[in-house]
């Protein structure tokens, strides 16, 4: 892990807040969950949040183009919102003797960019138009969590197709917009 590249501070801080908690469970016995959230999106997103599913809904509703760092062959799992506040609420009510461990949560349902783009293009029934620039320093090609901890633990996955998903949340960000 590049512990000075442009992300440190994003991924060093969820390390440390990580081995914090641990520590603490470990020295006062403290019961603790930790839940590592992966490409969350859903309503009440922020229009400005950053996020990319955020970006291409908003970006889309106002006719411009949809910007892409990278070629748009690179990765990422989307968990819809109803979805992880599921294994958050499961994780909290689990009391299994590996309780404090980490766990994953998001989808193992791994689109490009690209793909996720012609589903809102689908969505919204027309072909949307891309700008594609040189996709940041340490951006990874990939992003899939491991789920099977939370799998096992809670007998959880995301039960939400994404094509549904995307539709509620683009008539949300449509409704927000008005």
């Known amino acids: 892990m590049n512990t000075i590249g442009p992300r440190a501070c994003y991924d060093e801080g969820k390390r440390v807040a990580e081995t914090l908690m641990s520590d603490y469970h470990r020295e006062h016995k403290v019961d603790i969950r930790i839940l590592r959230i992966f490409n969350t999106y859903g309503p009440r997103m922020a229009v400005g949040d950053g996020r990319v599913v955020s970006n291409f809904i908003v970006q889309a509703l106002r006719g411009e183009p949809l910007t892409v760092y990278g070629d748009g062959t690179q990765t990422r799992s989307f968990c819809y ?14 009391g299994g003797p590996d309780a404090h461990l980490p766990v994953n949560a998001g989808s193992t349902d791994e689109r490009s960019m690209n793909e996720i783009i012609d589903e809102i293009g689908r969505t919204l029934g027309r072909k949307l138009d891309v700008v594609y620039h040189p996709r ?43």
């Open 136 to 178: 940041p320093g340490d951006d990874p090609e990939r992003r899939r969590p491991d789920c099977s901890r939370v799998q096992r633990m809670l007998n959880w996955r995301p039960r939400v197709p994404l094509a549904e998903d995307l539709r509620k949340t683009i008539e949300y960000f449509r409704a927000a917009s008005s």
């Open 81 to 94: 919102v109803d979805d992880l506040i599921d294994a958050m609420t499961g994780l909290m009510e689990y």
